[in-house]
Nanobody
Framework: QVTLVESGGGLVQTGGSLRLSCATS????????MGWYRQAPGKEREQVAI???????NYADTVQGRFTISGDYAKNTAILQMNSLKPDDTAVYYC???????????WGQGTQVTVSS
């Protein structure tokens, strides 16, 4: 069973930082791609950042230059470092990963990020 468990969400003021973690049940190397999505109330889920084989490959325009995605292979964890947070970043953040051997994607349960003005 493949599981993804997010942590690190919380309440922060505008301009603050948060570091989200996505712990995988197996080796992070098993995932061809990993990323973060977010869903704000009343809005569709949107892609925030994606990395392929541990290399960041795409960021949403709205987070470019503020967010950084990376992989900690020693801890089998994907990281989303979020800086200069804005109220518009408020959402539930989901970890996503495509398992190259199982041929399908998996989702975490989500972690709430709230940015106060």
């Amino acid at each position: 069973q493949v599981t993804l468990v997010e942590s690190g969400g919380g309440l922060v003021q505008t301009g603050g930082s948060l570091r989200l973690s996505c712990a995988t049940s197996g080796s992070i190397s098993s995932f061809y791609a990993m990323g973060w999505y977010r869903q704000a109330p009343g809005k569709e889920r949107e892609q925030v950042a994606i990395m392929h084989n541990g290399v960041a490959s795409n960021y949403a325009d709205t987070v470019q230059g503020r967010f950084t995605i990376s992989g900690d292979y020693a801890k089998n964890t994907a990281i989303l470092q979020m800086n200069s947070l804005k109220p518009d970043d408020t959402a539930v953040y989901y970890c996503w990963a495509y398992h190259q051997y199982r041929g399908r994607a998996f989702w975490g349960q989500g972690t709430q990020v709230t940015v106060s003005s």
